[in-house]
Structure formats: structure tokens, C-alpha cells
């Protein structure tokens, strides 16, 4: 399934493409290319992302949604792929609501309703993951999606499950706080470990006379 889908959104992305070359004065098109390339530098370096196509929908000056497909070459678990599906929302956001393009995006700006985040993943050998790994971790129209696939099934998805972006913004900012705090506690066990130890005063140490 993941390589049909990857077929039809590298078609879809040749297109854009080939519209875009035709039309190279497109002001729109030239900082919406910006920004998703600027979206592609920072995830690629971040979480090893690599974009492999975009897709949107475009109505006379204004563009209406845009979306980046990418690729991961390692296992994720849930958690996991939530926070780099949640960051790379909200990095592609930031990227495209910017003073320069925010006169192009209808609605001006965009939410996670108007852009679409997709990353389809694989193993170190460039191989497909399979149930209970999730191979495709999805965000769009608000809704964030997991999927799972099984060799037998050629289409469709072997197990699929949804929860709404706020959810998963939610329990993406829960699983960073949480880890800060777990990684705060050795360090802080540790400086107390070095630490000298202090004898206690004795209880019979007399005040001070006083003068």
C-alpha cells in the first residue's frame, strides 16, 4: 500500500513541478517552494526525514492546502513517531505562515486542517515494517492516523487508529515534559552523590556568648 501511495504522490509532485517550471515568475510558488524546502532542510537534519513528494491544492492566486510526504529509515514506535509527526506539523506551519506568504494561503494562515504531514517508514535496510510496527504515521485535515500492515495484504491496511491533532499535540507536549523531568533526576542524584558530606552539628554545641 505505502508504495502506491508513494507512486501516486511522486506523480502528483512531477506535476507540480512541471507547472511550476512554466510558470517560474509565480511569486506564490516561488516561497511556498521556500518554505517547504526550509521545512525539508530542518526535519532532515532533526529527525533524518526525507522528503519524498508534495502535494496541495491551489485556486487561482491562493493556495489552499499543502501537504509533504516523507520517509524514515528506522523503526518508530507510537510515541515516538506522535512527537516527530506533531513537530513536523507545527515546523511546516511556522514555515509557511510567514508575513511574505500569509497573503497567499486561504485560510490566511493555515492550521493543521490546511496542511497534510505523512511519513511512511521502513527499516534500517530500506525494507517495509510490519504489524504490530506502524508503517505510516499520517496528519491531515486535523486528524492524526496510525497504520500497520501485514505481508499478506497487498492493499489497504492490516490495523488502523485515529486520534484528533489536539490529542496528539497534548500527549506529544506530556511525553516531552515528562521526559525532561526523567532526565533531570539522575543529574540531580548525581551532583548530590558528589556532593562532600557535612558532619552534623553537635546537639549540645552552646550559643554563642553575646556581647
Partial sequence: MKKILRFFALTFAVGCLLVGSASAEDKKSDLADQAIQETSNILSERYQLYNIAVTGVSEKDHFKTIGVKFQIYRPLTKEEGRQILVASTEELLKQLNTPELLPFLTPSPFTEKNV?????????????????????????????????????KKFGYYSSEEESYEQAKKASEEASSQKKVTEKVPAQQKAAEGAPTLAPAPL????????
Avoid: L
Fill in 204 to 211: 549540645s554545641t552552646p550559643a554563642p556568648a553575646q556581647r
Fill in 116 to 152: 497534510q504531514v505523512v511519513i511512511f517508514v521502513y527499516d534500517e535496510k530500506g525494507q517495509d515494517v510490519y504489524h504490530p510496527q506502524i508503517g505510516v504515521f499520517a496528519m491531515e485535515n486535523g486528524k492524526v492516523e496510525y497504520h500497520t500492515e501485514i505481508p499478506q
